[in-house]
């Protein structure tokens, strides 16, 4: 083990006859935001759960720290902190002591736990709302609450498990801003997420999962060099004149055809929109925007859902 603070090597999680994680290869250096993105079932929260400790691998090696989880469980959660994808605040305690009381927790002093709490609810801007209960607090303020008590122990890692699913975009970019400050001051943090601009604005390195295994791994711009194309060009026809994705091919490196338009991956889109036009080809509307992350992952795991 170098300076990776997690190291996997055929990480296999199994529930009975059904295999959940099918041997994965996993390095997260110190300092890095990695991620986890996947359908449904592609088992990346049971990867994520092996990672916290609290849920034992069922083949392959894993170490967390330098760690053995299956010895050093107690003391690698000592060092790690832990986002959960539904948040579990205490809603009896206020505030300010749903950190003091979790920080007790780890054996720190109690003048500590009340500076930490002080800090950690200015970080997140919470200090107005610090005696107040947590039943009132917007979902975006306990999102931000629950991250600030996985930080009360000042941990090593930071494992963040679909950590803006359902907030607004407001809500979202001040989590994002936060969880940046944090990679500033060097927390390593894993995160899961299904927002593919999440992925793209914090993750330096991601991995694709699928069915319990890593299709793709790499930077956000390396996975787009690797599997899209610098532009996309969307097409909307009237149904009657909509032509066949075979008499588009020509023009650009690959069409995909869904039932509402047609998209067209190529590396000018100016360019392919005036060959088209030039041939009679004239669409109702048409977007050229950049390739993304999202077309990565649907290129990589398809479109069908998976439930």
Known sequence: MGDELVQARGLRKSFGAVDAVRGIDVDVGRGEVFGFLGPNGAGKSSTMRMIAC????????????????????????????????????????????????????????????????????????????????????????????????????????????????????????????RLYRLKREGVTQIITTHYMDEAEQLCDRLVVMDDGLIVAEGSPAELIDRYSTKEVLELRFVPERRPTAEALVPFVERVEELPDRLLLYTVDGEHAQAELAATGIRPLSALIRRSSLEDVFLRLTGRTLVD
């Open 54 to 177: 609290v849920s034992p691998r069922s083949g392959g090696s894993l170490r967390v720290l330098g760690l053995d989880p299956s010895r050093d469980g107690p003391r690698i959660r000592a060092r790690i902190g832990v986002v959960p994808q539904l948040d579990n605040l205490d809603a009896e305690l206020s505030v300010r002591q749903n950190l003091q009381i979790y920080g007790r927790y780890f054996g720190l002093p109690r003048a500590r736990v009340r500076a930490k709490a002080a800090e950690l609810l200015e970080f997140v801007q919470l200090t107005e709302r610090a005696d107040e209960p947590v039943d009132p607090l917007s979902g975006g303020m306990k999102r931000r609450l629950t991250i600030a008590r996985a930080l009360v122990n000042d941990p090593e890692l930071l494992l963040l498990d679909e950590p803006t699913t359902g907030l607004d975009p407001q809500a979202r970019h001040l989590l994002w801003e």
